[in-house]
């Protein structure tokens, strides 16, 4: 599989909200690394996910607006809107073969639904 082809994939299974079907992208020891923490190995990644997930609830929809790749590697950006508000997903990928190595990942122009922010605190 292509990196194009990965990172449409993780795109899709965002959107889909499906935190199985997202860690099985990854190596077995691959990472997910974001600016508050690092998940090693698929079974932390599949648990980031279910975190992530579960903080923004149903994703709308997860749409590539950048992508730039090379042999191994993809970078992307995703606008999500989510149940939680609008916001922007930058990806770095790595891959190792057809698995995910290296996935460097933020969350940036995060404009969170007020009122949910609020009642979670």
Do not use: C
């Not at 599989?1 to 079907?21: C, E, I, N, T, W």
């Not at 975190?51 to 790749?69: K, L, N, V, W």
């Amino acid at each position: 599989m292509s990196p194009s082809d990965l990172s449409a994939r993780h795109a899709d299974l965002v959107q889909k909200g499906d935190a199985d079907a997202l860690a099985e992208l990854y190596a077995e020891s691959g990472q997910l690394i974001w600016l508050d923490g690092v998940a090693d190995g698929r079974d932390a990644v599949r648990d980031r996910y279910r975190q992530f997930f579960d903080y923004h609830g149903t994703i709308s929809s997860a749409e590539r607006t950048h992508q730039q790749t090379a042999d191994d590697a993809a970078f992307d950006f995703l606008k999500i809107e989510s149940e939680r508000g609008t916001f922007t997903i930058v990806n770095a990928f790595v891959f190792d073969g057809d698995h995910v190595a290296r996935h460097f990942s933020n969350e940036t122009d995060v404009e969170l639904d007020r009122d949910e922010v609020e009642r979670d605190a």
